[in-house]
């Protein structure tokens, strides 16, 4: 499921907008083995038992905006948000079906950059640096 979210501020003629806000995979035999294993697994709402993972597309792409208010442009930046998410929500997906083999078909490790906190540099507050 692709969870797409409309902003409070939308109003005809000035702002029309949504985020593509999360990706999320669904399993009804998850959620029938986990009502069926209750002591194997943790307590979950009814509504959320059949989740086998899910993660914040804004974390995942820096393109999660979609702009619709000029209604010549609302076609062509909905094809682009569609092409975006072909290429990044559904490799995301795909790699959920089997995630043993999911590179065997190619898709990337992470649909994002990895990040190494150790590259930054150290800085000191200005009180640390007088002494």
């Given at each position: 499921?692709?969870?797409?979210?409309?902003s409070?501020?939308?109003r005809?003629?000035?702002?029309i907008?949504?985020?593509?806000?999360?990706?999320?995979?669904?399993?009804?035999?998850?959620a029938a083995?986990?009502?069926?294993?209750?002591?194997?697994?943790?307590?979950r709402?009814?509504s959320?038992?059949?989740?086998?993972?899910?993660?914040?597309f804004?974390?995942?792409?820096?393109?999660?905006?979609v702009?619709?208010?000029?209604?010549?442009?609302r076609?062509a930046?909905l094809?682009?948000?569609?092409?975006h998410?072909?290429?990044?929500?559904?490799?995301?997906?795909?790699?959920?079906?089997?995630?043993?083999h999911?590179?065997?078909?190619?898709?990337p490790d992470?649909?994002?950059e990895?990040?190494?906190?150790?590259d930054l540099e150290?800085?000191?507050?200005?009180?640390?640096q007088a002494?």
């Amino acid at each position: 499921m692709i969870t797409l979210e409309t902003s409070k501020w939308n109003r005809s003629g000035h702002l029309i907008r949504f985020i593509v806000a999360s990706l999320t995979v669904f399993d009804d035999g998850l959620a029938a083995w986990r009502r069926a294993n209750p002591d194997l697994t943790v307590r979950r709402p009814e509504s959320v038992e059949a989740i086998v993972c899910a993660s914040s597309f804004l974390d995942m792409s820096s393109e999660h905006v979609v702009v619709l208010t000029r209604p010549e442009e609302r076609w062509a930046r909905l094809e682009r948000c569609a092409t975006h998410l072909r290429s990044t929500a559904l490799p995301w997906f795909a790699g959920s079906a089997d995630p043993e083999h999911r590179n065997a078909a190619g898709e990337p490790d992470l649909p994002f950059e990895t990040f190494n906190f150790t590259d930054l540099e150290r800085h000191e507050p200005p009180h640390a640096q007088a002494a």
